[in-house]
Structure formats: C-alpha cells, structure tokens
C-alpha cells in the first residue's frame, strides 16, 4: 500500500497562475483533508471531505477550491495563486467512526508563489 | 470561536528527565483527543487517543491525560531521548469527529 500520494512534491508558480494539487489514497478511507503549514502558524485546514462528493470548509478556506469527484482522490485547487499561498501543503485522510480513527498524512507540496 | 492552545513554541529539556506538553482547548466540547508527531520535513504521525471518559492513557514511555472541567490535555513522555525531539501536535475532535484542527504544537527538544 501506498498510502497518502500527495503529486507535485514542489513546485513554483508566478502571482496569478493556477493549479491543483492531487492527493490520492489507498486504503478506501471516507474522510479527506486539505492543510497548509507556515512557520509559526501550524497545520491550518482549508478543506476537507467526509465521503465522495462532499466537501467542507476549514479554518483558512480563501482563495482555494476542492473537488472529492472519486473516493480515493481529493484535489486542492488555486484559481489564481497569491505570494500569500506560498507554504507546504499536506493531505491526511482516515477512516470513519467518529473521533477514534487516527488520520494518515502525505508527503507535503512545497508551493513557492513569486 | 473554538480555540487550540500548546503551552509553548519550543520545550528543552535534557535527556532521561520528564517532558510536559499542554494542549488547553475553549469553546470546545471534545469527546476525544488525538496526540501526532512531527518531525522536520514530514508529515505527522499519529501517537495516542484519549476519550473524554478516560482520564488516562499510555503507550510505552507515553502518558496522556485528559481533563474536561479544566478543558486540558497533558502528554508526558518519561525517559526522553534525544530521538523523542519533534513537533507535539494535540487534536480535539467532538463527537462527530469530523473537522481534525490541531494546535500550532510544541517543539521539543532533547539534549544528551
């Protein structure tokens, strides 16, 4: 098993272009997430999904999209990148059942904006 | 608005000795509590789960308590060693346990 797939590892973008994260699991977990990591700031999340075809807003949700179109994918988009988006991103998904179940994290995206 | 507090950025202790970590939670009614690992570079690891009626819980040389009426979380790691140095991260969850928001966690550091 894989695990959590989090695709591009780095990647640098200028102000205003767009592109989507993928993160990808495999082990047919129903919830999803969605954080960035700042210095000093910790692990805020912008969205997550609790099944297919579901999403919710997080902590800092502005200036990103989701889309959770199969089980096992959960994209994070920027429609038009911001120096401010500049930050690593991780993906974790778990399994159902309430708060008991222990969530499983990505690699991280390094996401430079100039 | 909910809000996730770890007593402090950075904790140095020395090895063998007994670190503390505090996780205090407001306008929170968690019926669980998850405790992660971070280490530079990665993502984290999950350690420990406590429910709101378990006052304590261990793993190895790993205590966690939780306190409800003073809306607090301790995590304990007895023995430390250098290797023990990392992100702390604490993770109330209600009882629908689906949002997981973490603290801005605690950094420790162990010296030999």
């Known amino acids: 098993n894989a695990g959590v797939t989090q695709t591009p590892k780095f990647r640098v973008l200028k102000t205003g272009q767009s592109m989507t994260l993928l993160c990808a699991q495999d082990?047919?977990?129903?919830?999803m997430y969605w954080y960035r990591q700042d210095p000093g700031m910790g692990l805020r999340l912008i969205h997550y999904?609790?099944?297919?075809?579901?999403?919710a807003k997080g902590e800092v949700p502005d200036g990103y999209n989701v889309s959770r179109l199969k089980k096992q994918n959960f994209l994070l988009g920027l429609e038009s990148a911001a120096p401010s988006q500049t930050s690593v991103y991780f993906c974790?998904?778990?399994?159902?059942?309430?708060?008991?179940?222990?969530?499983?994290f990505g690699q991280g995206t390094r996401l430079t904006v100039v | 608005s909910q809000k996730i507090e770890q007593n402090s950025e950075a904790l140095n202790i020395q090895e063998g000795k007994t670190a503390t970590l505090t996780c205090n939670y407001t306008?929170?009614?968690?019926?669980?509590l998850q405790w992660y690992r971070q280490d530079p570079g990665r993502g984290p690891v999950f350690l420990l789960l406590?429910?709101?009626?378990?006052k304590e819980k261990r793993k190895e040389r790993l205590k966690v308590t939780f306190d409800t009426t003073l809306k607090q979380s301790l995590f304990h790691i007895t023995a430390s060693q250098p290797a023990d140095s990392a992100t702390y991260l604490c993770?109330?969850?209600?009882?629908?346990?689906?949002?997981?928001?973490f603290g801005k966690g605690t950094t420790l550091s162990v010296s030999s």
């Open positions: 993770a109330p969850l209600n009882q629908a346990g689906t949002a997981l928001i």
């Open positions: 082990m047919n977990h129903e919830y």
């Open positions: 306008n929170y009614s968690p019926a669980y």
């Open positions: 999904s609790v099944g297919e075809g579901t999403t």
């Open positions: 406590i429910r709101e009626n378990e």
């Open positions: 974790a998904s778990r399994p159902s059942g309430q708060g008991v179940t222990e969530a499983f």
